[in-house]
């Protein structure tokens, strides 16, 4: 099979437009960081003053947490199956719209590539015929 041809298969499956989309998705992420936090920095003091109280007031939520652990999270394994095929869908359709955006100019580099990359195939040695003439007596 020619690299084009593997290309082809590779981009005509649904997880590569996933990680096509998981990509785009941590990027766009990545971006909103610095924002973030600064926000936090700002905060900071304010957040460390609550600390203690929020701390016991946590503390008091995980016990009753433990009690209904269990039951709570075989309910969580329906919900959570459901919604990770929602969210790998979306980022399959993400992926489709990024990688559709930079197609164009890209399939074309890609094909040269594969092209260029493809071993050079052999020419046939076409033999030609001598014949051997014997001269003749006179």
Do not use: N, W
């Amino acid at each position: 099979m020619t690299l084009a041809t593997e290309v082809k298969k590779l981009t005509d499956s649904k997880p590569f437009y996933a990680v096509a989309g998981v990509g785009d998705y941590a990027v766009e992420k990545l971006r909103e960081l610095p924002e973030q936090l600064q926000k936090l920095q700002s905060r900071r003091y304010e957040l460390t003053r609550e600390l203690p109280e929020k701390a016991r007031v946590y503390a008091d939520k995980a016990e009753g947490l433990a009690r209904e652990f269990p039951e709570k999270a075989r309910e969580y394994a329906g919900q959570l199956t459901h919604k990770a095929t929602e969210v790998y869908e979306d980022f399959a359709t993400r992926g489709r719209k990024v990688v559709s955006q930079a197609s164009g100019e890209a399939a074309l580099e890609l094909e040269e590539v594969s092209e260029a990359a493809e071993p050079p195939v052999a020419e046939p040695v076409k033999r030609t015929r001598t014949t051997r003439t014997t001269k003749a007596k006179a």
